[in-house]
């Protein structure tokens, strides 16, 4: 009977050296998309001086791996990396590709990712030269990337945060493009995110969201628990405002599933924290 015992272990111990070690899921990643809305003393009451601490509440609360923001001025960066000490952020100003005009920046997790890359490119047919406009856009546009080693997994992924342009349907339509190209040339699993200025029904909304075109999909119509929120992201500082569709967004690459999409209308008293709300999803890398 020993002996039996003794056989059968040693062929169970056998049967266990053979099998492959399974490594440990990914965690999931909280990416947030916000347009804080630049400093302009026409704001009145909702000018950047009487919210910033909102905006860093509600950061801080929500607490994402993976931040980008919009419509941010040099000074409003500066407040926020100061107080966000658990990130770093990457990014140029638009207008010098140094710190002139807005940024675009995009901050990660300093415990969670290592940087292995990151760039700017300008949303034009010069996408190196600092400062040029595309097609019939009214400003310069960018999109800000990075390359991210997760420290825990090793597995590497790139991210952009970029805004469109609010007049030029070109420069939009054109933008979606130079933002598919760059997920098609880069191979690793991508997340796209940013303000858009367009709706779901648009030309370059329906490029980004389609995966033969992008490889991308939007966050909100796959995650697998319903979207929470509202379905609009603008508001103008208007807590009443009800915009039918969202027009800042998150796309992700199918390397990815999504647990959960928000809308984030955190208010104080009816005051926003800015005139977009936040965007938040929880997604994580397929194995």
Not at 52 to 69: C, Q, R, S, T, Y
Not at 120 to 143: C, H, M, N, Q, Y
Request: proline share 6%.
């Amino acid at each position: 009977m020993k002996y039996l015992l003794s056989l059968l272990a040693t062929v169970l111990l056998a049967a266990c050296a053979h099998v492959p070690a399974q490594s440990a899921d990914s965690a999931p990643i909280r990416a947030m998309t916000f347009n804080i809305r630049l400093d302009v003393a026409s704001d009145g009451e909702n000018a950047w001086p009487h919210r910033k601490e909102m905006v860093e509440a509600v950061i801080k609360h929500e607490n994402p791996d993976l931040l980008g923001m919009q419509e941010v001025l040099l000074h409003q960066k500066q407040y926020l990396e100061a107080e966000l000490t658990d990130y770093t952020f990457v990014g140029v100003g638009r207008d010098d590709g140094a710190e002139a005009g807005e940024f675009s920046p995009l901050g990660w997790r300093n415990d969670r990712f290592a940087v292995v890359d990151s760039g700017t490119f300008w949303l034009s047919p010069t996408p190196e030269v600092a400062g040029s406009k595309g097609w019939d856009a009214a400003l310069p546009r960018i999109a800000t990337w990075a390359v991210l080693r997760d420290r825990s997994s090793g597995e590497t992924i790139r991210v952009l945060n970029t805004h469109f342009d609010h007049v030029g349907t070109a420069a939009r339509a054109n933008a979606a493009l130079m933002i598919a190209e760059w997920v098609a040339d880069g191979g690793a699993p991508a997340i796209v995110m940013g303000d858009f200025n367009v709706k779901p029904d648009s030309e370059p909304y329906q490029v980004l969201a389609d995966t033969a075109q992008s490889g991308l999909s939007d966050t909100r119509t796959i995650s697998a628990l319903p979207p929470y929120g509202p379905p609009g992201t603008f508001t103008g500082f208007d807590i009443m405002a009800a915009a039918e569709a969202p027009i800042d967004h998150i796309f992700a690459t199918g390397d990815f599933s999504v647990n959960r999409y928000a809308v984030v209308t955190q208010h104080w008293e009816g005051r926003l924290p800015s005139d977009h709300y936040p965007v938040v999803a929880d997604i994580k890398l397929r194995r």
